[in-house]
């Protein structure tokens, strides 16, 4: 079997002293490739820096995270920019975009701003978006209208609505469920959600170092963990757990374009 976790952020300090042995415990637990989404530019630098030391298993995205979104917004967003502009082939996605209404609201107009900002340059530029959603369903529905019907596609990240959100978000392009370690949790909505939506509208991912999968719930998150993912993927859609790596991979693979 083999996976891609499609939300990693092994740039961050958390794997400072373990990277290498974290990417090798990933392999041998069959997940080879990893997408990186970025949060600012702060974290562009050392983000290039694992897609160079780690090419061909890690592939960079350019992008301002809606939580990042502060007083400066202007000049990170003329940074993605320029990223974009001067060299948009070097990069598999953009994001982490989207709406983020639960950390604070202080920022939640230029978040739009920045978002529609972002789904435009997705457009334009071919790449898929990554989306990040949290508690804040209706904004992106309206920044969605409003951009509606320009050409997207990408993934909704660490998904939290319901099949019946997924389906209507479907209508403004081709999304993605991006479905993490939230599933393995007890009580998990997104249990529900996960079996009432197509296995071809899903990618795995871990989002670590955060939102480790149990029985590592509160723990440092790693790729390597993605089969734990995978697993209980399986039990939900009552289907052999080499049929979720299969189809979740092209899934990711046709998504981003991996080779
Ligand atoms: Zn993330």
Redesign the pocket.
């Known amino acids: 079997m083999k996976f891609v976790d499609t ?1 990693v ?1 092994w740039y961050v300090e958390d794997f400072r002293a373990d990277l290498p042995g974290a990417i090798a415990r990933a392999q041998e637990a069959g997940v080879g490739r990893f997408v990186l ?1 970025a949060v600012s530019r702060a974290t562009h630098a050392p983000l290039m820096r694992v897609a160079r030391d780690f090419e061909g298993l890690c592939f960079p995205c350019v992008g301002l995270h809606p939580t990042e979104v502060k007083d400066d917004w202007r000049s990170e967003l003329a940074f993605v920019e320029a990223q974009l502009a001067t060299a948009p082939h070097t990069f598999v996605a953009i994001g ?1 975009t989207g709406i983020d209404a639960y950390w604070s609201r202080d920022f939640i107009a230029a978040q739009q701003v920045v978002f529609e900002q972002q789904l435009r340059w997705s457009a334009r530029y071919d790449l898929p978006v990554i989306v ?1 959603a949290r508690d804040a369903f209706d904004i992106i529905f309206n920044v969605l209208e409003k951009v509606h019907p320009l050409p997207l596609r990408g993934v909704f ?1 660490a998904y939290s609505g319901t099949a019946e959100q997924f389906r209507q978000l479907r209508r403004y392009g081709n999304f993605l469920m991006g479905v993490g370690g939230v599933v393995t949790f007890k009580k998990a909505a997104l249990a529900q959600t996960v079996e009432q939506t197509d296995l071809c509208d899903m990618v795995l991912e871990t ?1 670590a170092p ?1 939102l480790a999968p149990a029985p590592f719930r509160g723990k440092r998150n790693e790729s390597g963990y993605i089969p734990l993912i995978a697993e209980k993927v399986a039990a939900l859609k009552r289907c052999p757990v080499e049929e979720i790596a299969a189809v979740t991979t092209a899934n990711a693979e046709s998504l981003f374009n991996l080779t």
């Open positions: 939300h952020h989404p982490e990040h990240h989002d955060w």
